[in-house]
Every structure is written in structure tokens, then in C-alpha cells.
């Protein structure tokens, strides 16, 4: 079977080296000299005046329209046009001591980042004991949680883990903020291949699933022990913060 091929499809109309604007002004500026020198002749000019003008007309048409196509290209000529309407000047209409206030206020806040350090950002003050202790006082215990794999669980078991979700957050102490983190990680996967020996069907499965690349879940819970005032402050400020507050009793 026999399929046409179309070279070209998109492009923009070429003749003779002229390309999309050029060949319409190429055409429109010889429909024009043309008209122009029947019109003259209509009007009583002498043919010897009209023949010539139309000839010197339509050279140097021929001429300006290869020079700018050579020049500017395709598109150079609109770029050209549309630079031109730019304006010269930008009036800037802000006074003299405005703008000296904005520098210094700019080098001033230039001076305090400089100024700033990573301790300072970061609200932790130590790790003691397996705890997380803030600069405000506030205790923090972080355990990782394993979860099940997706669509291993029934029903009624999704039902237990909710139940005991409930049962751990309200035993907490008064302002208590829980907070739960999930980490998703692109990852290749890397086979077991310890000493163990494991069956045909093991290793197959290994080897089907063997640096194809995978999201690694991780999930942390943090259990954060702070006081009234602090919480508060918390709540109010930063509401997302928290995953829960256990009321108080």
C-alpha cells in the first residue's frame, strides 16, 4: 500500500525565497503600481510616462521587499514595527525622599537576615531521654508507625485500628497536641536477596518487581505535651498545626 507524504505541513507560505508577510506585501504592492498605472493612463498621461513609472515602481517593490525579507526574516519586520512603539521615557513619579526611606528600609532588612541563624529559626532546644524538648518548654515524643498495606485489611478490622485510634487520644493528658506526618519517597525497588533461600515463585516475584521504581511510605506520629497558654496560642495562630487537642476533663 501506498501512503502520500505531505513535506511541510504547517509551515508558513514560501515563494521564491519570500515567506508569509513579504508575499503579501510582494503581491499587494504590484496590484497596486498596476492600478496606479492604469489610472494614470486613464487620466491622459502619456503612455511613454505611465510604462516607464510602472517599471521603476515595480524594480524597486521587487527590490525593498527581498532586502527586508533578507534582513529581518520571517518575523523580524513585525518585531521591528512593534519595538518602535515602545516609549522613550519612564516617568517615575515617586519623590526623592521616598525613595531614600525604601533603600534604607531594604539595608536594614538586608542587615537582620544576615544577621539571622539556623539555631534561632529552629524552635528546639535539645534531644534528652528519646524527647524532643522546644525552647517554650513543650515536650515531644516522636514514635514510627507501621500502617498495613493498602487493601489488606476488612472491614471490620479498619474498624478495631479506628477504635483504638480514639482510645490512645483520649487517655492523652490536657493539652496534648497530636500531630501524624507521612513521608512518600520515589524509590527503586531492591530484591531480598539475603542467605535465605526462598522458592521459585519468591524469586520470581523479586525479580518481576526488581529497580522499578516505587512510593516508600513512612509515617511518624508526634505526641507533644505542652500548657494552656501555649496551646492556645497555637490554636489561634496556627490552627493546621495540630492534628487534634484532647478536650480538657
Known sequence: MEYPVNKGAGN??????????????????????LLAVVILYLAGVDQWICIPFGIVSGGLLVWVTFRLNARYGEHGLMKLLAGKRHPRYLIHRKRVFQII??????????NVLKAETLERKFPLLSV?????????ADLTVAFEVELPELYTVTADEYEA???????AIKVLPEHSVVCKQDWFVKETYRPKTGGEEQSFLARSYERHFNERPFLNHR????????????NRRRVTSAPSAAAS?????
Open 12 to 33: 508558513s507560505v514560501e515563494f521564491k525565497g519570500l515567506k508569509s508577510q513579504y508575499l503579501f506585501v510582494f503581491a499587494g504592492g504590484l496590484t497596486v503600481v
Open 101 to 110: 526611606h525604601e533603600k534604607k528600609e531594604e539595608t536594614t532588612m538586608r
Open 128 to 136: 534528652e531521654n528519646g524527647c524532643i524538648v522546644s525552647k517554650d
Open 161 to 167: 485500628m479506628h477504635a483504638s485510634w480514639i482510645k
Open 219 to 230: 509515617c511518624y506520629l508526634y505526641l507533644t505535651k505542652t500548657t494552656r497558654e501555649r
Open 245 to 249: 487537642c484532647c478536650p480538657g476533663r
